[in-house]
């Protein structure tokens, strides 16, 4: 944060940089129109994280002239047009390099992020992007929208509850269709919502329509060849190659590990089978222990599974070779999401459509759903509060020893040195993904699912917060315009869950018998049919919603229009 | 045409026109900067088609600087900022306004475009939009695509004809399936195709990623408020009210519609059962022609009931008050697509999965089918020749009463008014539409549709052509950047291709006959239900194929990027 101000002006005109103008739009920042620009005489008209990015891609962009040696290191040669940073940082001159964190804003930052308790469960999401930038200020934006979101799910299900022990006692209601439907319906409504409220923080925070420059992988490698767009030599690598590799190597040994997971998933049935034969009947606390034991066992197998393969995934992403981080995390996100889709949620399929036994199914997701919760909660909240607490002793022994209030920056920079990199948000969006999973797929099954997940929500968002700012060191900062490739695994999951729901509601026979009391004549097969028929139907009716919901909200237009139109007028006046 | 050259350039900065650069890329045209443009001093810089668009805008943005009447028409007020020609024209002291063709281009274009036989099918498309514009390019790019592409299939539906013929005299073979999975593959791999090839129209054509400025429609009314974007007074209309419109008068009539196509299709039913009771196992000519006589009665029928309907679903947009174009015709189209796809279509399904009678269904098809080209045929090719004859014989009246080689301009304005003009695209890609759908829907009952489409479409090229140059009036040029709306019609139509190609397949009982053979233990439900899992398997193998085919082919991403790396270049320089 040393660079001086008109420095950082520049780099933000070179990069690109979105401001809000003083006629309240957002446009492209330019130094020579800077006085245009709202409070750009503040120190803080760039936000901490802007001025990261600028400081980044300078940094990054700092060539060699021409070809030497870097000075003391006889070894260690530049070549002209290179840039000087990778060279030094891969030759382990530069052996660790992040930034610091700014100790009053984070401060400030913690006190209105997660020490304080708002019932509105709002966070102060500009003020998380502005220190952290956008990649995690999206994260929390998507958190605390889908947090939100679980509201109206909740409100049902404690009715639903409240309604099922009434109805237990009198006579069976079979209300699950009207659960799933409205699952179903919530689970669209929610992403094409999302959708608009992405694209009202792109507007905001600058990014919409910006397509984000990108520098080559670090761990991009390849002979040295012509790039096509800079014309400059660097390593090239071509994508014939990679995408062999990916057919021959990536995919056989991804359907292996599947075929691997499936095989466990039917080892945990047969012993679940041979315990529940072994204790039917049985009441007594060891034996409903012993009963669910398959069930907890294969969870935390399923938790060692997914972080053994997760390992693999990463190799197998690297040896790849993407020239771009985003087409690496693309490529690493669709290999994890096709095995953890399977070692999630395959069983639960096989229990409700092979198996068709709905108690054990619903036993199954509980216990999948709980210990999933519970084992990921110890292992981002707790660990990292006793890491926190151990650390903050050392912080405060250090103070002590100095006699003094505040640290120089030298010892901060070394007690940062000691906590964890933060590999990006893939872990936090995963997580949620499989929970979303588990509330819409099977959701007339076990309706408390939502329940659970606004609770876990809650916690996640404090303790993620907490992460972020004691126990993880400051990450560098990213543009991004939306979650991703998130996105369309979420809907994904979305379209799968009316498929799965309706097929749940045909499966209980209590359903069909309702069928054949309204329709004494129609025949097993055509009662399949019309139900195809109405689930393709359905299916239809939701492409239909995300079609016609428009991406960009009104407001949002308007605005883009009206810049437009205005630098149109301006450019006719010059 | 008479404009000077550096008003018509200074036009084309102004609204944003995209040429070549000197470094072959293309880019925003800047006055300033015009002697790096390619071919900049030449009088054909700027195409036909270009100068036309920059004149209509000038034009149309010509607006009184105050409050006065226009000269010799007291009642006629104009107001300060509102256009001028709009308003001279809504009180028709200009009754018709259209440009002229210009006919030495004219001549070159036709001996280019239809009057030459190519036999790979390739039509001059860039000098098609340099003289017509972008909107009727793009739909001659499509046509030229699509008829290509349909190559393939009739190669495919030949050697099935020839394989049918010979295993018709030894056995049975069941090869229905391998023609449907062909079809159905064919669709993907043609829509996914044509997705890329439009990116490339779009970038050499300079409309790639430019979001078109519209005015508002001159059909467009309600009471005068503030426009949100320019901050003029103008017409407004809320939206709400649109809406409501939509949902509480338009999508009822809508469905009405739909129900009376559909309560013809049962009438039509009745009648063919009853005639072909009546004519059973009598094979002379009256009887085959009576046996014909209702599915002919009825494509008949459906031709009259579209063109009906079409007034209507004009009527019902136009009310809906529509302030962009694109709207009014993205309405419109969903409307008439509903519609159509209910007339030509569902009596087809109707037969084939509720009638279960499959020569009944090939009979029908054959019949829509090939009505349905010969009679548009009829409408779109020999009726026009028919009144171009009559006009080139009054055009050589007119020459040779005044003695003359050329006309003057007075006297081609008379001639070129008494044309008709040329409402847009629209007919040209529904009638594609409806072609695509008789192909795909029902590829395994009736392979000779993509011939008969082949040989149609090799006509339609020339006739449209022939069209475009010698029956209508010269269209106004317009931009796009695609085929839009008609791109998710046509996708629409693929997917549905899955479904209805498998269900087909289902439903020929030759197949679960061999499933029964493979396994003798199999209950009709299970069969059933893993159909239904193959379908979906299906269903998302064709979502996953147009999301893993990226929209920009390699080499217009490289050249974009190009360009942007070269323009950030530059400004670091300054």
Same mark, same amino acid.
């Given at each position: ?174 209300? *699950? ?21 992405? @694209? ?42 990679? *995408? ?145 607490? %151990? ?13 003094? #209030? ?82 369309? #695994? ?17 499966? @209980? ?12 004549? #129609? ?6 049919? #019309? ?15 995300? %079609? ?27």
């Amino acid at each position: 944060s040393s660079a001086s101000k008109y420095r950082l002006l520049h780099g933000a005109e070179a990069i690109g940089l979105k401001k809000e103008y003083k006629d309240g739009s957002i446009r492209e920042f330019c130094f020579t129109d800077r006085y245009n620009f709202t409070n750009q005489e503040d120190d803080d008209f760039l936000l901490e994280s802007e001025k990261h990015q600028i400081i980044k891609v300078e940094l990054d962009s700092l060539r060699a002239l021409d070809e030497k040696y870097v000075p003391g290191h006889q070894s260690i040669k530049l070549y002209p047009g290179k840039s000087i940073f990778r060279r030094l940082a891969s030759n382990e001159l530069i052996t660790d390099f992040f930034p610091l964190h700014d100790r009053p804003a984070l401060h400030k930052l913690r006190w209105a992020w997660y020490k304080t308790i708002d019932l509105n469960l709002r966070q102060p999401l500009d003020r998380v992007r502005a220190y952290f930038g956008d990649t995690i200020g999206i994260y929390f934006a998507f958190l605390n929208f889908y947090t939100i979101a679980l509201v109206p799910l909740v409100m049902l299900g404690l009715m639903h509850w409240g309604l099922g022990l009434r109805t237990d006692i009198g006579g069976k209601v079979d209300d *699950n269709w009207v659960l799933s439907v409205i699952h179903v319906l919530w689970s669209a409504a929610f992403l094409e919502m999302w959708k608009r409220k992405s @694209t009202e923080y792109s507007y905001k925070w600058g990014t919409l329509g910006t397509k984000v420059w990108e520098e080559p992988r670090t761990g991009f490698r390849g002979p040295l060849g012509l790039n096509e767009v800079t014309q400059r030599q660097e390593p090239v690598y071509p994508s014939w190659k990679r *995408n062999l590799r990916i057919l021959l190597i990536s995919c056989p040994v991804v359907v292996l590990c599947v075929t691997l997971a499936v095989c466990l998933m039917f080892y945990y049935f047969s012993w679940e089978i041979y315990l529940t034969e072994m204790y039917r009947g049985e009441t007594d606390l060891l034996s409903s222990l012993m009963k669910n034991a398959p069930s907890i066992t294969y969870s935390v197998l399923i938790l060692l599974g997914n972080s053994l393969y997760r390992k693999l995934a990463e190799f197998l992403t690297d040896q790849e070779n993407h020239r771009l981080e985003s087409d690496f995390q693309k490529n690493l996100i669709t290999k994890i999401l096709v095995f953890d889709f399977a070692n999630n949620f395959l069983a639960l399929f096989y229990i409700a459509f092979i198996y068709d036994d709905m108690p054990m199914l619903r036993q199954t997701l509980r216990n999948l759903f709980l210990v999933h919760m519970i084992v990921s909660q110890a292992l981002e909240s707790l660990l990292p509060y006793w890491t926190f607490r %151990y650390r903050s002793s050392l912080y405060r022994a250090t103070l002590k020893s100095n006699r003094k #209030a505040e640290l120089t920056m030298h010892e901060q920079t070394c007690l940062e040195l000691q906590r964890d990199t933060y590999w990006g948000t893939f872990d936090d969006y995963l997580e949620l993904w499989l929970q979303f999973g588990y509330v819409v797929l099977f959701s007339c099954v076990y309706p408390p699912a939502a329940i659970f997940a606004l609770i876990n929500n809650v916690i996640e968002m404090k303790s993620d917060a907490f992460k972020m700012c004691n126990v993880y060191r400051r990450p560098f900062v990213y543009q991004t315009n939306g979650i991703g490739t998130w996105k369309v #695994a979420f809907e994904a999951l979305s379209y799968l869950a009316v498929v799965s729901n309706l097929a749940l509601i045909f499966h @209980t026979s209590r359903f069909i018998e309702g069928i054949y009391k309204v329709f004494p004549d #129609a025949s097993t097969i055509n009662i399949i049919l #019309a139900f195809v028929a109405v689930e393709h139907i359905l299916l239809g009716v939701r492409w239909l919603i995300s %079609y016609a919901v428009p991406v960009v909200p009104h407001w949002v237009k308007v605005e883009t229009q009206r810049m437009k139109y205005f630098s149109l007028q301006a450019l006719k006046r010059q």
